[in-house]
Structures are given as structure tokens and as C-alpha cells.
């Protein structure tokens, strides 16, 4: 079965804390896609990356970085130097391709920034 | 360049009502998905519309359809509304499939 788990609910952290999201996934397939979105509160879905299984290189644009295993079928994301804008709630999500590919999303992350 | 565009922003029924959401791409898309999210849950996805036909569905009952128009736009109809389909409905639209989507700000239905 093809499932997203993200299992770190909440995280809290103070600002200037570097802080990274945990993501696990289950598929059987060879060929498949790994996402993240970014919520804030205003409720709009965001996205942020994309990630096809072929490329386990990972990741960095600006204070976001991606580390893409494919041993321990992860898809961590590490905001470096947190700040209160980055608070909002992150999910991960997986495209399988096999006869009806469709996105899986994790139940998502709350991440709070404090000042 | 506006971006995705949905309405209404909320909406009221009462249970076995039926519901019309409308969602419109942003410039250059061609595809339209549908996602249902409860409160404090992921993204669930209902279906994928590209060159005005279903492509893609979850695992979703047949109350639930749409439609997409030459001009992409999209709507999701559902009937016989349930206590259980209260959620924020959202449309995300992208280029040939699932590739960077960008998403609308939602509909919030309430079924009462």
C-alpha cells in the first residue's frame, strides 16, 4: 500500500533554531515522486519541491534543504535558521505511478516559530 | 497573472443537499485537481481533470463529480451531502498532471 508518514505532529521551536521535518513513505513502485507543501495560516497550499526517485541528490534553495533516502525511504526537510514567517503547517506527499497514480499526502507537521 | 481562483469561499447546507464548487486555473494550466481536507488532516485527492475528461480519482464515492470546460475551469458537484463531506475543498491546478500544482484558497463547506 502507498502511504505518507509524518510523525512528528508539532514541533516548537525558538527562532534562529534550525529544525527538520520527518517524512516516511511506503510504495511498491520503482518509479514515483516525493512533494512538499508549505500552509500557512492564511490556508493556502504552497509548494516547495519536487523529487522524482531516480534523483536521490539532495537539495538546497536558500535556508531549505531536502535529504531524499532511499534506504530508509525518508524525505526530510531542514529549515536552517528558523524564523517566524517559516511557522505554518508542512505536509509531505507521494505520486506513484502505476495504472491510477494519485497523491498521497502525510497528515502534515505544525511547525511554530517563536520569537 | 491571477492565480487559482475558487468560489464560493464558504458555504451552508443542510444534509441531501447538493453542492457546486467552481474552480478556475491559473494562466497556462490545463489540469485540475480536487482535493478534500478535514480539519487538522492532509489533503485528501478526489480527481484530476485534463482536456475536459476525468484522468485520475481517489478513492471517493460517486456522489462526488466534475466537470472541466474548454477554458479549464473546473467545477465538483456532490450530492447527497453527508454530516462527513464538512471540509475545506480545495482546487489546484498545473500543467499535464501532477507536476508543480498550484493551489487555490479553498472552499469551506459546512453541511449541517
Known amino acids: 500500500a502507498q502511504k505518507v508518514t509524518q510523525a512528528q505532529t508539532e514541533i516548537s521551536v525558538v527562532e534562529k533554531e534550525d529544525v527538520t521535518l520527518d517524512c516516511v513513505y511506503e510504495?511498491?513502485?520503482?518509479?514515483?515522486?516525493l512533494f512538499w507543501y508549505k500552509q500557512p495560516p492564511s490556508g493556502e497550499l504552497v509548494f516547495l519541491i519536487r523529487r522524482n526517485s531516480f534523483d536521490e541528490q539532495n537539495e538546497i534553495s536558500g535556508r531549505y534543504s531536502w535529504n531524499f533516502q532511499k534506504s530508509t525511504s525518508s524525505f526530510n526537510f531542514t529549515i536552517t535558521a528558523s524564523q517566524v514567517v517559516d511557522s505554518a503547517v508542512y505536509f509531505c506527499a507521494l505520486l506513484y505511478m502505476d495504472s491510477n497514480y494519485q497523491l498521497i499526502w502525510g497528515a502534515g507537521t505544525k511547525l511554530i516559530i517563536k520569537p | 497573472d491571477a492565480g487559482v481562483t475558487q468560489s464560493p469561499t464558504h458555504l451552508i447546507k443542510t444534509r441531501g443537499q447538493q453542492v457546486t464548487l467552481r474552480c478556475s486555473p491559473k494562466s497556462g494550466h490545463d489540469t485540475v485537481s480536487w482535493y478534500q481536507q478535514a480539519l487538522g488532516q492532509g489533503p485528501q485527492f478526489i480527481f484530476q481533470y485534463y482536456e475536459e475528461e476525468e484522468r485520475q480519482r481517489g478513492n471517493f464515492p460517486d456522489r462526488f463529480s466534475g466537470h472541466q470546460f474548454p477554458n479549464y475551469s473546473s467545477e465538483l458537484n456532490v450530492n447527497a451531502l453527508l454530516l462527513g463531506d464538512s471540509a475545506l475543498y480545495l482546487c489546484?491546478?498545473?500543467?499535464?498532471?501532477?507536476?508543480?500544482?498550484?493551489f487555490g484558497p479553498g472552499t469551506r463547506l459546512t453541511v449541517l
Open positions: 489546484a491546478s498545473s500543467f499535464e498532471g501532477f507536476n508543480e500544482q498550484f
Open positions: 510504495t511498491r513502485d520503482t518509479t514515483y515522486y
